[in-house]
């Protein structure tokens, strides 16, 4: 469904993916993990049409974008795309002026040009399957971090995406609060959502993930099934980066 090929990107003088290339089929859950810097963020945002790349390619379905397409001269196949691959950030990026409700509404209304009262029942489907109905007319302000992840993964359900992107979900939360996000998550991958998790979480990763790519230094050093990667690692990179991980 997803196919990443040959994917550069430079900012500046650094050179921060150096031709990476990944494959993610319909259902299933990829998790790219990794030291920080290695480039895993940007990957996601290349593969959503938030950044420009150099070189290489990002196939999803019939939609692809290959180097120097993500511009603005290029908005009708960056909305399509974001139509069909929605995007969870770490530190939410909800809209302070909106309610909770509003805010799942803002997909199906805005970019879809759904009317209101029809996409209504469903932002309050979504809420209440993230464990927030009782939050409709509640303010971002006015909710936990993990109350207010748990929206904007209802925000991204909401335009119906083909793939999820979620860029380190957790990072800004405390065990409890990302426990509950984990849920969710994990309540998805169990529906079938095709979804590619960036996260430190190797707990989480080794439970949900189908496959484990391991990102340094703007390259996959290490790919494999969660079994593989987590238990016999081949390289050094892996085996430390676990090591930290753990500790």
């Not at 603005?72 to 950030?89: A, E, P, S, Y």
């Not at 909106?98 to 009317?115: E, W």
């Amino acid at each position: 469904m997803i196919d990443v090929r040959r994917l550069v990107k430079w900012h500046g003088p650094l050179r921060v993916l150096n031709g990476i290339s990944l494959q993610v089929k319909r259902g299933e859950v990829t998790a790219v993990i990794g030291p920080s810097g290695g480039g895993k963020s940007t990957l996601l945002r290349c593969i959503n049409g938030l950044e420009t790349f150099q070189d290489g390619e990002v196939q999803v379905d019939d939609l692809c974008l290959r180097a120097g397409t993500a511009r603005k001269d290029n908005g009708l196949i960056l909305r399509r795309l974001r139509q069909r691959v929605g995007m969870v950030f770490q530190q939410f990026n909800l809209f302070p002026h909106l309610d909770v409700l509003g805010n799942v509404l803002a997909g199906p209304v805005y970019a879809l040009g759904q009317h209101r009262a029809d996409a209504e029942k469903e932002a309050c489907d979504l809420l209440a399957r993230v464990g927030l109905a009782d939050k409709l007319h509640a303010r971002p302000e006015q909710l936990s971090g993990g109350q207010q992840q748990r929206v904007a993964i209802a925000r991204a359900l909401a335009v119906h995406p083909e793939a999820i992107l979620f860029d380190e979900p957790t990072s800004a939360l405390d065990p409890r609060m990302a426990a509950d996000v984990f849920q969710v998550i994990t309540d998805l991958a169990l529906a079938g959502q095709t979804m590619v998790v960036v996260t430190h979480a190797v707990a989480f990763a080794r439970q949900v993930a189908h496959t484990v790519h391991v990102m340094h230094d703007g390259n996959i050093a290490e790919s494999g099934p969660p079994a593989q990667v987590f238990d016999a690692p081949r390289l050094d990179v892996t085996r430390e980066f676990l090591r930290q991980a753990r500790t």
